[in-house]
C-alpha cells in the first residue's frame, strides 16, 4: 500500500484504524519536510487548561460572548476529533 500499511493485519483493523493510519502517516511525511503539523493533543491540553479561566470570565462577563462560544466550540472540535 502506498502507507506502508501492514496488508497481513487489514483483517484485525476497523475502518477508524485504517483512517488513523493513513492520518498519522500523512502527517509524518509532513513533518519530515519540516512542515508545521499541529498536535491535536497537545492543543486540546492547551485548551483544556485554560477552561477554568475562561469559564470564570465568561460568568464574570469580562469576555465577549462571540469569544466564548469560539472557544467553547474549538475545545468541543478537539474532542471530538481525539475521540474519533
Same mark, same amino acid.
Given at each position: 500500500?502506498?502507507?506502508?500499511? !501492514?496488508?497481513?493485519?487489514?483483517?484485525?483493523?476497523? @475502518?477508524?484504524?485504517?483512517?488513523?493510519?493513513?492520518?498519522?502517516?500523512?502527517?509524518?511525511?509532513?513533518?519530515?519536510?519540516?512542515?508545521?503539523? !499541529?498536535?491535536?493533543? #497537545?492543543?486540546?491540553?492547551?485548551?483544556?487548561?485554560?477552561?477554568?479561566?475562561?469559564? #470564570?470570565?465568561?460568568?464574570?462577563? @469580562?469576555?465577549?460572548?462571540?469569544?466564548?462560544?469560539?472557544?467553547? #466550540? @474549538?475545545?468541543?472540535?478537539? #474532542?471530538?476529533?481525539?475521540?474519533?
Amino acid at each position: 500500500m502506498a502507507r506502508g500499511f !501492514p496488508l497481513s493485519e487489514i483483517d484485525g483493523w476497523n @475502518t477508524g484504524d485504517l483512517i488513523d493510519w493513513a492520518m498519522e502517516h500523512d502527517r509524518q511525511l509532513r513533518k519530515a519536510r519540516g512542515e508545521h503539523v !499541529p498536535d491535536a493533543y #497537545e492543543q486540546y491540553r492547551k485548551l483544556k487548561a485554560m477552561e477554568k479561566s475562561i469559564e #470564570e470570565m465568561h460568568a464574570a462577563g @469580562t469576555i465577549r460572548e462571540e469569544k466564548y462560544r469560539s472557544y467553547r #466550540e @474549538t475545545l468541543e472540535r478537539c #474532542e471530538a476529533r481525539l475521540k474519533g
